[in-house]
Structures are given as structure tokens and as C-alpha cells.
């Protein structure tokens, strides 16, 4: 069975600093990784996704993430937090053909 | 991108009511949505998955009965909270993948809060 693991529950990051928010998973085959931003009482907003490819993905508001397959690893980053990025993220992973799994969520606190 | 609308956005009902939740893909057609339950400061729980014009498959321990979900067309789809009980209210959210670029990824409605007194 695949699983998807966010270690950190919260993250806390000045603003201006680099950020990263880890996310490891489990899963048999080539999976979809995918990142997914929740503000308040708000529904889910894609972020980015591997598919197959260039590992490094860019996605909206000027985040990133790297595919690690060796590490089975996919790592959100941005350069440059800003205080309105305080959200919670969730990471998820498709096996093909499957449904998405989500891991338990990391909540970034961004500090002006 | 693709916008997945849900109505209404929060709604409170006496127990023993029925809650209908409405699920929309605004831009693009919808083959498969999806229905997740969140519970405070937790990760999503899928409960059921539906395809256009078939009937819903639901999740181990989800009671189908309870949560009748119609997916009539290929831009709407309904979740019935029926004869609903405090133990139901819930953060509820709704998505979408469909054809050509959203097919390999989930739009996710804005949600939608149930509150049963």
C-alpha cells in the first residue's frame, strides 16, 4: 500500500528566508507526486506536480520541488518566504492508475 | 486552470435533516470527482469516488446509504448528507479531474462546513 509521510507538523521561517517543507513517500512503480496549498476554511489549491521528466518543478506562487527518486522524496521549496505563504500543505502521491494519498498535512508559519 | 465550485460554502441544519452539497467543474469536464471529509487539523479522508453516469464506489467504512453521492453529468456532482447527526459535521470537499490536461490531477472545490445542532 502506498503512504505518503510529511515528518514535520509545522515549520516556522522568517520572511525573505528559504523555506522547505519535506515530504517522503512509499509507493510500488513510477508515481504522481503532486503539492496542494489549504488556507482557512478554504478547499485544497494545486500548487505542482512530477509527472516524469526534469526533477526540479516549478509550480505557482513561486514554489518549487524536487523528485528525489533514490531518496523517494519530493520537497517543496521556495527561495524567498512571504508572510501570506502561512498555509497548510499537504503532500500527495498517485500510483497510476490509483487514488491520490495524502500525507498529514505541514503547517508553514511564516514570521514577518 | 481548472475551477471546481461547491454550494453552498457552510450550512447549519437541525439532526434528522438531509444536506444536499453541490459540486461543479466551472471549465472543464469532469470524468471522475471525488468527495473527501476533513476533520480539524487533519489530512483529507477520501470517502468516495464517482464517474460521470455510474454509481459511486465509497470507501471502506463510508455508508453509502448515509452518503448518497449522484454524479448526473460531467460538470455536477452531489453529496446527500442524509438524516444527518452531529457526528457528521464536517468540513467537506469536493474535486475533479477530467480530460485532456486535468486528467492526471485533482481540482479540489472551496468546501463546504456542515454544522448539525
Known amino acids: 500500500a502506498q503512504s505518503v509521510a510529511q515528518p514535520e507538523d509545522q515549520v516556522n521561517v522568517a520572511e525573505g528566508n528559504p523555506l522547505t517543507v519535506k515530504c517522503t513517500y512509499s509507493?510500488?512503480?513510477?508515481?504522481?507526486l503532486f503539492w496542494y496549498v489549504q488556507y482557512p476554511n478554504r478547499g485544497l489549491q494545486f500548487l505542482l506536480k512530477?509527472?516524469?521528466?526534469?526533477?526540479l518543478v516549478k509550480g505557482s506562487y513561486g514554489f518549487e520541488a524536487e523528485f528525489n527518486k533514490s531518496q523517494t522524496s519530493f520537497h517543496l521549496k521556495k527561495p524567498s518566504a512571504l508572510v501570506s505563504d502561512s498555509a497548510l500543505y499537504f503532500c500527495?502521491?498517485?500510483?497510476?492508475?490509483?487514488?491520490?494519498?495524502f500525507g498529514g498535512g505541514t503547517r508553514l508559519m511564516v514570521k514577518p | 486552470g481548472a475551477v471546481v465550485s461547491q454550494h453552498p460554502s457552510w450550512v447549519i441544519c437541525k439532526s434528522g435533516t438531509s444536506v444536499k452539497i453541490e459540486c461543479r467543474s466551472l471549465?472543464?469536464?469532469?470524468?471522475?470527482m471525488f468527495w473527501y471529509r476533513q476533520f480539524p487539523k487533519q489530512s483529507l479522508m477520501l470517502m468516495a469516488t464517482?464517474?460521470?453516469?455510474?454509481?459511486?464506489?465509497?470507501e471502506q467504512g463510508v455508508e453509502k446509504d448515509k452518503f448518497l453521492i449522484n454524479h448526473a453529468s460531467l460538470t455536477l456532482s452531489t453529496l446527500t448528507v442524509t438524516s444527518a447527526h452531529p457526528e457528521d459535521s464536517s468540513f467537506y470537499i469536493c474535486?475533479?479531474?477530467?480530460?485532456?490536461?486535468?486528467?492526471?490531477?485533482?481540482?479540489f472545490g472551496p468546501g463546504t462546513r456542515l454544522t448539525v445542532l
Open positions: 471549465d472543464f469536464q469532469a470524468t471522475t
Open positions: 509507493v510500488s512503480g513510477n508515481p504522481y
Open positions: 512530477y509527472i516524469t521528466g526534469d526533477n
Open positions: 464517482s464517474n460521470e453516469g455510474s454509481k459511486a464506489t465509497y
Open positions: 474535486s475533479a479531474s477530467g480530460r485532456g490536461e486535468s486528467t492526471d490531477t485533482q481540482y
Open positions: 500527495a502521491v498517485r500510483p497510476a492508475g490509483n487514488m491520490l494519498t
